[in-house]
């Protein structure tokens, strides 16, 4: 697979790893959790991959009684976190919070220490983040037509951060650099607030981020939004176009975070947890945490309801839902 190819159909193929979405028979009644849940999550604190899971597990842990604890393991292009839970115990106690990073960095570094299909099995989608392209006031730059002529000007001058190699907002970029058709460099972080930070101070020109951590820098004027990577504009910044509507054709990528269990979860535990988490997001105090994050909320059915095909359509679409 080339560059383009990733790039155009990797970052929609969290599917590639269905064959961990849970599509077993009704669910049996699993004693879960029995003792504290870690929740690893291979980005640094205050990403949106972070902030996530802490809004979503928070609310998980007041319906069960038990802890979550969630645990930042950045490093390797995420996947120093990754490769903890793979190796975990696969009881349930032990949760991988990741992104559409985890089919699209085996795609683009060697080496990697885990095969998405292979060693975990996926529970659910947690929402969808809006990425939106940031850049310092003081650099004099007010939209993307702007930013793509000054980059074509001086060409390789411009650099852009990106929170590890492969994640979304590393393939955001490139999408859209190379869509826009400029060249640049690459600075990567660890994590979100770092290169935000760098933003700010203008030692790095661009990057598109999850809004999450981005919106209060947005809000108080310390960074200009430029343009957001979705197919659709951000509900919580209404007044920022899609890179589309921007003028750069072809450059949309939208960013999902997503749940996983090590591979060999007994399927009535992935199936508790699959339920517990769905409660959850569907709770109308965790959506409210949610939109407030500038999280797009995902219609999730439970296993029980895709089983049953209660309200969700014809039996072709429950087949579809549930991977048959």
Not at 56 to 76: C, H, K, L, T, Y
Not at 187 to 211: H, N, Q, S, W
Not at 259 to 275: E, G, S, W
Request: proline residues 8%.
């Amino acid at each position: 697979m080339n560059r383009r190819e990733i790039l155009k159909t990797g970052l929609g193929s969290i599917a590639a790893a269905s064959a961990g979405w849970p599509m077993i028979g009704p669910a049996q009644a699993a004693e879960w959790p029995t003792k504290a849940v870690r929740v690893v999550v291979p980005y640094a604190a205050g990403s949106a991959t972070d902030l996530v899971p802490r809004t979503v597990f928070e609310q998980v842990g007041q319906q069960v009684g038990q802890s979550f604890i969630v645990e930042n393991r950045p490093g390797g292009g995420t996947t120093i976190g990754s490769a903890q839970v793979k190796a975990a115990e696969p009881d349930g106690h032990t949760i991988l919070v990741h992104s559409n990073a985890i089919v699209t960095v085996p795609a683009i570094q060697l080496n990697v220490p885990y095969d998405p299909v292979k060693d975990f099995s996926g529970l659910t989608p947690l929402g969808n983040v809006p990425l939106v392209l940031v850049i310092a006031p003081s650099k004099g730059i007010k939209n993307v037509k702007e930013l793509v002529a000054k980059a074509k000007a001086k060409p390789g001058e411009l650099n852009y951060g990106a929170a590890g190699i492969g994640t979304p907002p590393h393939l955001a970029m490139e999408r859209f650099r190379l869509a826009a058709g400029f060249e640049g460099q690459l600075v990567p972080f660890k994590g979100a607030p770092e290169a935000l930070t760098e933003v700010m101070t203008g030692r790095i020109d661009i990057y598109f981020c999850p809004i999450t951590p981005a919106l209060p820098l947005i809000r108080d004027g310390k960074v200009l939004a430029l343009a957001v990577s979705s197919s659709q504009r951000a509900s919580a910044l209404p007044d920022v176009p899609t890179s589309i509507e921007a003028g750069v054709p072809e450059s949309d990528l939208d960013f999902s975070v997503v749940a996983l269990a090590p591979k060999k979860t007994p399927r009535d535990v992935v199936a508790k947890m699959q339920a517990e988490i769905v409660k959850a997001i569907n709770n109308p105090a965790t959506k409210s945490k949610l939109t407030t994050l500038g999280i797009k909320a995902v219609h999730i059915y439970s296993l029980a309801a895709i089983n049953a095909g209660a309200g969700i359509g014809s039996n072709c679409e429950t087949r579809r839902i549930r991977g048959d």
